[in-house]
């Protein structure tokens, strides 16, 4: 009898299938990491801002409302817009990551926090995202 050496239309259609089930379940997963990285990073970049807030401060007994006169380097696709009621007492900052629309990490220092720790980092989903307002998280973390 003469065989073939090779693999049969069957044999390829199983394995593929396999392949596929193995990557459906997979593909998910590592999407949530990424998200998981990406809000890091802004957590990150709020923990880096509130040094070189620090540092600003004691050199100017004011907090800074731009980014640009602090000497601190934002991750790429990361924008933190600074809101300050008062710029002597405190200021709050929300970082957005264009990877992850919907997300937002924001703190709050000194007298602008209100309702949490000042200079607790608190991430969630973006609420009030208009012309006019400010983001805002829900007060519980």
């Not at 809000?39 to 600003?56: H, R, V």
Request: hydrophobic share 40%; aromatic share 6%.
């Amino acid at each position: 009898m003469n065989r073939r050496k090779g693999f049969t239309f069957v044999e390829l259609l199983v394995v593929m299938l396999l392949i596929g089930a193995l990557s459906s379940m997979a593909v998910p997963r590592f999407r949530q990491y990424k998200a998981r990285a990406y809000i890091a990073t802004m957590q990150s970049d709020l923990g880096n801002l509130k040094i070189a807030q620090e540092e600003y401060w004691t050199e100017h007994q004011k907090y800074a409302t731009d980014t640009t006169n602090l000497e601190i380097r934002i991750s790429a696709n990361v924008a933190i817009a600074i809101t300050s009621r008062d710029v002597i007492g405190g200021y709050t900052a929300v970082a957005t990551h264009s990877n992850v629309p919907g997300q937002q990490c924001q703190t709050a220092i000194g007298r602008d926090a209100s309702s949490r720790e000042s200079g607790a980092v608190a991430c969630g989903a973006a609420i009030g995202s208009g012309s006019g307002g400010t983001n805002t998280l829900p007060s519980s973390p």
